[in-house]
Nanobody, 116 residues
Framework: VQLQASGGGLAQPGGSVRLSCKVF????????AGWYRQAAGNQRERELVAAINTGGGTNCSESVKGRFTISRDNPTKTMYLDMNSLKSEDTAVYYC?????????WGQGTLVTVSS
């Protein structure tokens, strides 16, 4: 199982970024998925940003609610994180994850930097 994340980069405060994560090697549609992030510079734990279940139901952390949207496209085995109204505190490495066979599989992470 492999998850390949892309779409990170530099964005200005108030701007938007779309992250993508393509899944290889396993069924995608029947498994919950999500995005986490980890701020750089210290040993902070990964923070759950948004999650999506097999029926398309979603939830987001309070810090991104109303600004970020998670979605999935089952035929292409891809999940997305649309990030709007970005703030400097959104700067982090973002990881996609998929739960399959009772364990979590992770993408390699993609860095999003929000700075003017």
């Amino acid at each position: 199982v492999q998850l390949q994340a892309s779409g990170g980069g530099l964005a200005q405060p108030g701007g938007s970024v779309r992250l993508s994560c393509k899944v290889f090697g396993t069924i995608f549609s029947g498994n919950p998925a999500g995005w986490y992030r980890q701020a750089a510079g210290n040993q902070r734990e990964r923070e759950l940003v948004a999650a999506i279940n097999t029926g398309g139901g979603t939830n987001c952390s309070e810090s991104v609610k109303g600004r970020f949207t998670i979605s999935r496209d089952n035929p292409t085995k891809t999940m997305y994180l649309d990030m709007n109204s970005l703030k400097s505190e959104d700067t982090a490495v973002y990881y996609c994850t998929l739960r399959r066979w009772g364990r979590d599989f992770w993408g390699q992470g993609t860095l999003v930097t929000v700075s003017s």
